[in-house]
């Protein structure tokens, strides 16, 4: 089992940033990977940035440049640093842990940019 907690949501202004936290707990020598997804309402999820193990990185198309996703191993957490927020960055933000066979989700923290 992984616990995921995320925090460091909250209201910001457009132009303005933010950086979220994910920690996790319990099996965490099991994670293959930590990823951030967004769900905005009325809206999918959707994938927004990828970490793995050795530390590689992936980002959605409209992400690069804008977001970066990072992990302090130390403490057992992932950071993701959004900066140049737009209004339709607005969403619950979510963490994910997959397990080999598993994936596992925080309860999400929301995020949302004023115009």
């Known amino acids: 089992q992984v616990q995921l907690v995320e925090s460091g949501g909250g209201l910001v202004q457009a132009g303005g940033s933010l950086r979220l936290s994910c920690v996790a707990s319990?099996?965490?020598?099991?994670?293959?990977?930590i990823s951030w997804y967004r769900q905005a309402p009325g809206k999918q999820r959707e994938l927004v940035a990828t970490?793995?193990?050795?530390?590689?990185?992936t980002y959605a198309d409209s992400m690069k440049g804008r977001f970066t996703i990072s992990r302090d191993n130390a403490k057992n957490t992932a950071y993701l640093e959004m900066n140049s927020l737009k209004p339709e960055d607005t969403a619950v933000y979510y963490c994910?842990?997959?397990?080999?066979?598993?994936?596992?989700w925080g309860q999400g923290t929301q995020v949302t940019v004023s115009s």
């Open positions: 970490i793995t193990t050795s530390g590689s990185t």
């Open positions: 319990g099996s965490i020598f099991s994670i293959v990977s």
């Open positions: 994910n842990a997959k397990v080999v066979f598993k994936y596992y």
